[in-house]
């Protein structure tokens, strides 16, 4: 049955009015007024705003690390992205090192469908330049997997320089966006193993363990990599100015690079590590949050129009027994925190809510920005005539205190606990079939599918 959502103001990332919105087999078809007609459903909007469908390209959902595995599997964690407004999220497929590419994507293809909810894509984490992994690429780039992963540290997926040039070197010619985990391994290895020695094993110790400088400087490595190879790069969890000066330098210089950010560096502090007992930990995530200095920074750049998104890295832990393993040595502790239910209430509270942002940068920076990054656009991402019919009915009336409890993320606690929201999704459409209906969850698993994502190709 065709579907319309009436009376409601739509936000794209350039304007809003009013307007209905007319969805058939999947699409939207009109957007204009007066577009309802007998046998159509109708969805009153009244007092709402109608938005594109949330698009989050950063969560690790049942990542493994070591003998454990973060705790929203693809049917728990798409159903709480679905119930904050998410409709698409990209999570990774990563191989072990020295399983083949196309391996890892078919396993994790099989830990996704038929589970997860809402639609998605996969990054295509690199962890090696071998000749199989290159021969690898160019099919998977037109099969849909549309963008790449690096990273400069943890073992098991770190890539050293003359590897890193290859891949950007095929980033380029596929035409994809790599997103890129810049952190100096030295620096952290050097830093940890300091602190440690020194017996400061307590969370607080974290992101002393972490500092600016190493986010830093991978960032601006993997960028001046990029300047000779050329490839478009997205700079994950931007956490603080000195990595945001590094991006404007590069973007003087010419080169296309996109940044992202994450509620927990927009809301939160290195503040948060000097909770009592062990309680830093549920903040052990990496690059660790900042300073206020930073926090400020990252707001300013956001108004600014320097972010094309804001993600989650959405990779949750329980505090029992996950978080605690690291009670006598805080670099034990899994990194990490859940956040894919709340970005969209926490960015619209504390951005639209509080004038930093207006609606139309709001969906920019969790929709359009990531849609246009990752070959989604305008398949998603987008109010339009022939985009999926993703759309939220937006409640910016609905207020709330974020608990665990209340929320649908699998984990024993929130970090935003206690936090006051106002603005929560109603309605939630994917490919115009109800995922969410005043508030309360109707999708099932399986009913997300697998999305091709496009490239384009020198
Ligand atoms: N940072 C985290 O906090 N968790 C998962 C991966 C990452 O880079
Ligand atoms: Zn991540």
Same mark, same amino acid.
């Not at 400061?200 to 607080?204: F, I, K, L, V, Y």
């Not at 005539?385 to 993703?390: F, K, V």
């Given at each position: 049955m065709d579907l319309v959502v009436v009376n409601g103001l739509v936000v794209t990332a350039d304007a809003q009015f009013k307007a209905d919105v007319l969805c058939r087999q999947g699409r939207i078809s009109a957007i204009g007024d007066n577009l309802f007609r007998q046998g159509m459903e109708k969805i009153d909007a009244a007092g709402c705003y109608v938005l594109p469908g949330g698009i989050d390209a950063h969560v690790h959902l049942q990542m493994p690390v070591g003998d454990l595995v973060s705790t929203d599997d693809f049917g728990s964690g798409t159903a709480a992205a679905a119930c904050g407004g998410t409709t698409t999220i990209v999570d990774f497929a990563t191989p072990e090192r020295g399983q083949a590419l196309e391996e890892a994507v078919r396993l994790r293809r099989a830990e996704a469908d038929g589970q997860a909810a809402i639609d998605y894509g996969l990054h295509l984490a690199l962890v090696d330049d071998s000749e199989e992994t290159l021969a690898a690429l160019p099919g998977l780039v037109r099969a849909g997997y549309s963008s790449f992963k690096i990273y400069t540290v943890y073992d098991g997926l770190y890539l050293e320089d003359p590897a890193i040039l290859r891949l950007l070197q095929v980033a380029a010619e596929q035409g994809v966006t790599v997103l890129v985990h810049g952190e100096n391994r030295a620096i952290v290895d050097y830093c940890t193993q300091r602190l440690l020695q020194a017996g400061?094993?307590?969370?607080?110790y974290h992101p002393q363990a972490r500092p600016a400088a190493a986010e830093a400087e991978g960032a601006a490595r993997v960028m001046a990599l990029a300047q000779v190879t050329g490839a478009t790069l997205c700079i994950a969890h931007v956490s603080c100015e000195q990595v945001l000066e590094e991006v404007r330098r590069a973007r003087a210089r010419g080169q296309a690079v996109h940044a992202e950010t994450c509620p927990h560096y927009l809301l939160l502090t290195?503040?948060?590590?000097?909770?009592?007992?062990? $309680? &830093?930990a549920k903040y052990v995530l990496t690059p660790p949050l900042r300073s206020e200095v930073d926090r400020e920074a990252l707001w300013q750049a956001l108004a600014a129009g320097e972010f094309q998104q804001v993600s989650t890295d959405h990779c949750p832990w329980n505090y029992a027994a996950q978080k605690e393993r690291?009670?006598?040595?805080?670099?034990?502790i899994p990194n990490g925190a859940a956040g894919i239910e709340t970005r969209l209430p926490l960015l619209w509270s504390e951005g639209v809510g509080r004038g930093r942002l207006s609606p139309e940068q709001f969906v920019q920076l969790t929709a359009s920005g990531p849609a246009r990054a990752f070959g989604l656009y305008p398949r998603k991402g987008v109010l339009a005539?022939?985009?999926?019919?993703?759309i939220v009915v937006w409640d910016p009336h609905r207020r709330l205190t974020l608990r665990a409890a209340d929320?649908?993320?699998?984990?024993?606690?929130?970090?935003? $606990? &206690?936090w006051p929201v106002q603005g929560y999704p109603r309605d939630v459409f994917l490919r115009g079939r109800p995922l969410v209906r005043g508030g309360q969850f109707v999708g099932e698993p399986g009913g997300g599918r697998f999305v091709e994502r496009s490239s384009q190709p020198a």
């Open positions: 400061h094993s307590a969370p607080r290195q503040e948060e590590y000097e909770r009592p007992g062990f $309680e &830093g690291g009670r006598e040595n805080f670099a034990l005539p022939g985009a999926d019919a993703d929320l649908h993320q699998r984990v024993d606690y929130c970090p935003y $606990e &206690g």
